[in-house]
Each structure stands twice: as C-alpha cells, then as structure tokens.
C-alpha cells in the first residue's frame, strides 16, 4: 500500500510513476481530494482537519487489518506471512484528530530538557540547535504546523499532540 505521491519521482521505477498512492484512492472515497504529488503530507495534512480514520495511519492500520483477517482464506495456502507496516506518525507535523487528547500542562520535561546534546552525533547537535533557537520543520510549516520551540510551554504542547 503505498501513501504519498511527494516522493514518486525521486524514488520509483520510471514505469511506475504515473501510479497513484493507494492513500489517494481512500481519501477521494471519503470526499477528500489528496494533495497533488508536488505537496508532501506533512505540508498538507495539518490544515486538512482530517478524523482519525481518515488519516495515515488510520488507513494503514484498516488495512493491515483487513489483510490479516483475510489472509487464511486468500490465495496464499500455507505461506508464511511477513509484513512490513510504517506509520508515519509520530512525525512532524503533530496536528492531527488527537490535539485534545492530552493537557500540554501536564507533559513533564526531565533534566536534559532544552538541554543541547553535547555527546550527541554532529546531526543531533545541530538539529538541537535548529529547533532550540526556533526553527521550524519546513515541510510542515509549508502546511501550516507552527510549534514553538524555544520555551517549555511551547514543547509541553508539541509533546501533547
């Protein structure tokens, strides 16, 4: 099952290009017309306002579901059965149907927090930096997903959502 068309063209056979995500098909069902393949999800779904069952990772799990029951009655005898499912989620952006789930007051914050760090891998460090001194994810801000980094409050709500 395939969910974003974003990265088609970067990373899928020439042949195969003009194939649209299987995540497209769901959200026209549901009266939801998908973002074009030059807008990655992430930059999309914040402002879409999408209900839990409309989502990513609400689509991937009907359908891992949906095959696991049937798949003692398929077509596949008695092969073994090995899936592989990857959930976006929890990923930026953090705007999703569960925003209300949990009070941003009551998410703690440990020792290390908005702590730089410094043993950490030359990536983790500057992306400590990045977001420590505000910076925002950029396919996400594209869609609307803005999130304060630089105080606890700001992150108390990141965490929340």
Do not use: C
Request: no cysteine; hydrophobic share 30%.
């Amino acid at each position: 099952m395939s969910v974003e068309d974003f990265h088609r063209p970067l990373y899928t056979k020439r042949e195969y290009r003009h194939v649209e995500a299987d995540y497209n098909t769901h959200l026209r069902k549901h009266g939801i017309e998908p973002p074009s393949w030059k807008i990655s999800y992430e930059g999309w779904v914040a402002g879409a306002n999408l209900p839990e069952e409309i989502t990513q990772a609400g689509f991937l799990g009907e359908s891992a579901s949906e095959f696991i029951r049937e798949y003692p009655s398929g077509n596949y005898g008695n092969q073994p059965l090995l899936m592989y499912l990857n959930f976006f989620e929890p990923h930026p952006p953090y705007t999703g149907p569960f925003n209300d789930l949990y009070d941003p007051e009551t998410m703690p914050v440990g020792p290390a927090f908005l702590q730089r760090p410094e043993s950490g891998s030359l990536v983790n460090r500057l992306r400590a930096d990045y977001y420590m001194n505000g910076g925002l994810n950029p396919l996400g801000a594209a869609g609307g997903d803005f999130h304060d980094t630089t105080t606890e409050a700001g992150w108390q709500k990141l965490r929340a959502q």
